[in-house]
């Protein structure tokens, strides 16, 4: 796979951002925060200049207890996604993707990969909800939910923009956020490759046992 390189100052400069519509092919723009969609073509992985700090970030796993991400994934390769559990298109495919390309890695990097999935609709995504669908996916998958202004910041904080969830007219809800998938490094602990929605499995594929010792694709 090829790799695009970019600065965080070049990605912050865009005017407009683009969050995803789960479900509805839809897009909303904002200015809050430095989004990539639009940034990346499908697979192939940005590879920052900057590296994002890993945001100190305590929710509740799903098991109900407080899970701290700096300390529990420290000098682990860890992929972060912020999404949630009834979005009927992005989310599943894209943990889908992420969970069929770790069978291929050696057990040894099974293991030590952290995949971590915040939702980004807390109110409806409790422990119990959000741990049954994660165990579809890939048991060893972490979810993590809690306060919506915490989980927004933080993602804010990886370049990634979020909305509290809306209900629509047919009575749907819906949550805008942003589709990039943040491969942190086991040896630096910093993010410093992102994925776009378009990312396959063979992206994956051939590129986690270099994101497992922390090298770009």
């Not at 479900?23 to 590879?47: D, F, I, R, S």
């Not at 630096?188 to 994956?204: A, F, H, K, N, P």
């Amino acid at each position: 796979m090829r790799t695009t390189r970019v600065t965080v100052a070049a990605l912050a400069a865009a005017a407009a951002l683009t969050l995803t519509a789960c479900g509805g092919g839809e897009t909303a723009k904002t200015n809050e925060v430095t989004q990539l969609t639009g940034q990346t073509k499908p697979g192939k992985a940005t590879v920052l200049d900057r590296p994002f700090d890993k945001p100190e970030l305590v929710l509740t796993d799903t098991t109900g207890k407080p899970w701290n991400l700096r300390e529990q994934t420290k000098g682990k390769p860890t992929l972060i996604y912020f999404g949630y559990t009834n979005c009927p298109d992005v989310c599943p495919l894209t943990m889908s993707n992420i969970a069929v390309a770790k069978k291929a890695l050696p057990k040894a990097d099974q293991d030590n990969l952290q995949v971590v999935f915040v939702t980004t609709d807390p109110e409806r995504d409790t422990p119990d909800s959000l741990g049954a669908w994660l165990k579809a996916q890939d048991p060893s998958f972490t979810g993590l939910t809690g306060d919506f202004a915490t989980i927004q910041a933080a993602a804010r904080k990886l370049g990634i923009g979020i909305e509290a969830p809306k209900k629509e007219a047919d009575g749907s809800v819906v949550s805008m956020h942003g589709a990039q998938v943040i491969a942190f490094s086991p040896k630096t602990d910093e993010g410093y490759l992102l994925y776009g929605e378009g990312t396959t499995v063979d992206d994956y594929t051939k590129d986690l046992p270099k994101i497992a010792k922390g090298e770009n694709p």
